[in-house]
């Protein structure tokens, strides 16, 4: 059985760990989940790995919540053009687009 801890905060940009990371409830569609909220940074290594864009290409908006790779919320934008929505990693939700 596999127990998370406080110390489970490993960022894919750096391999560092995140002792600080601390768990926060959080209410989602109707639910109650102990989630960790990730700095700007964390949020952009994990989307850049996942989904393959560019680190510096990639610009967070709101809050970004982290439990496992089945749950997990992102809201962000690539080269300041497309803005998506993902859900535990699942298929992007292209939610807009701005035209130069």
Do not use: P
């Amino acid at each position: 059985m596999y127990i998370k801890s406080d110390f489970d905060c490993i960022s894919s940009k750096e391999d560092k760990l995140f002792a600080e990371c601390k768990t926060i409830e959080i209410e989602w569609r109707g639910e109650k989940r102990q989630v960790r909220k990730l700095n700007e940074e964390e949020a952009m290594a994990k989307i850049s790995a996942e989904y393959g864009f560019e680190f510096g290409t990639i610009k967070i908006i709101g809050d970004c919540w982290y439990e496992a790779t089945d749950w997990n919320y992102f809201k962000f934008t690539v080269r300041n053009k497309w803005k998506y929505e993902a859900h535990n990693y699942g298929a992007l939700e292209l939610l807009d687009w701005y035209d130069d």
